[in-house]
């Protein structure tokens, strides 16, 4: 027997879902530029609500507090960083080859949020690091670690500090986007942010690490 209010109502239900997942999702993106303009001490829900056209009992509603905003902001960075960077994958390539792939992928991530730099520099000022530390990001840096602990246990790159080394290859991917503003009047003429310019700067960075990492620097680092 046929139950057509409940067939009718399933339709509705997953409209609802999706209805609800792009809200939360606008939301985030509105809260993401506010957070990153502001902290979030400076942040003001009225300013979200006003970008978004969704009412502030509604943000409180899926997010409960300013807070838990704030929060679900980084943890779906750390989730899309983490996914970019694909540790499974680079587990299973030599240590050089991962590096290279690795340091690719971070720049990438960076070109396609410029502004998210400024997230962490509010989280780190504001709030000494608590909310990022929250989010999961870590999983990343760790990859990134256990390659240069891997290269260097197979013999091809240098008795370094894995820790801090993957502290200096980090500020390599992000700093040329950070800085973007305040550097931009040394050479007006380039477009820091053009694809071209950015493919540029990511095989400078991969020629770099890989110059001071490789413990025979003869080698290519070309990709």
């Given at each position: 027997?046929?139950?057509?209010?409940?067939?009718?109502?399933?339709?509705?239900?997953?409209?609802?879902?999706?209805?609800?997942?792009?809200?939360?999702?606008?939301?985030?993106?509105?809260?993401?530029?506010?957070?990153?303009?502001?902290?979030?001490?400076?942040?003001?829900?009225?300013?979200?609500?006003?970008?978004?056209?969704?009412?502030?009992?509604?943000?409180?509603?899926?997010?409960?507090?300013?807070?838990g905003l704030y929060q679900e902001v980084f943890q779906r960075l750390a989730r899309e960083l983490n996914?970019?960077?694909?540790?499974?994958?680079?587990?299973?390539?030599?240590?050089?080859?991962?590096?290279?792939?690795?340091?690719?992928?971070?720049?990438?991530?960076?070109?396609?949020?410029?502004?998210?730099?400024?997230?962490?520099?509010?989280?780190a000022i504001q709030n000494q690091g608590k909310y990022g530390k929250l989010s999961g990001w870590q999983?990343?840096?760790?990859?990134?670690?256990?390659?240069?602990?891997?290269?260097?246990?197979?013999?091809?790159?240098?008795?370094?500090?894995?820790?801090?080394?993957?502290?200096?290859?980090?500020?390599?991917?992000?700093?040329?986007?950070?800085?973007?503003?305040?550097?931009?009047?040394?050479?007006?003429?380039?477009?820091?942010?053009?694809?071209?310019?950015?493919?540029?700067?990511?095989?400078?960075?991969?020629?770099?690490?890989?110059?001071?990492?490789?413990?025979?620097?003869?080698?290519?680092?070309?990709v």
């Open positions: 027997m046929n139950h057509p209010a409940k067939e009718k109502s399933l339709p509705n239900k997953k409209r609802k879902l999706r209805d609800r997942e792009a809200t939360k999702a606008e939301i985030l993106d509105a809260a993401e530029e506010e957070f990153a303009k502001s902290g979030l001490a400076g942040a003001r829900i009225d300013a979200i609500a006003d970008r978004t056209g969704v009412t502030k009992a509604m943000i409180y509603y899926y997010f409960n507090s300013k807070e996914q970019m960077i694909h540790p499974s994958q680079l587990e299973k390539l030599p240590a050089e080859v991962a590096l290279k792939m690795l340091v690719r992928s971070a720049i990438a991530y960076e070109a396609s949020h410029p502004h998210r730099g400024r997230l962490w520099f509010h989280e999983e990343s840096f760790v990859c990134l670690v256990n390659i240069l602990e891997r290269g260097i246990a197979e013999g091809n790159f240098r008795q370094l500090d894995p820790f801090l080394t993957a502290i200096n290859i980090l500020g390599i991917c992000v700093f040329y986007f950070d800085a973007q503003k305040n550097l931009n009047y040394l050479k007006p003429e380039r477009e820091l942010l053009s694809q071209e310019m950015i493919e540029k700067q990511t095989q400078e960075a991969i020629n770099l690490v890989l110059g001071g990492v490789l413990l025979h620097t003869e080698k290519s680092c070309r």
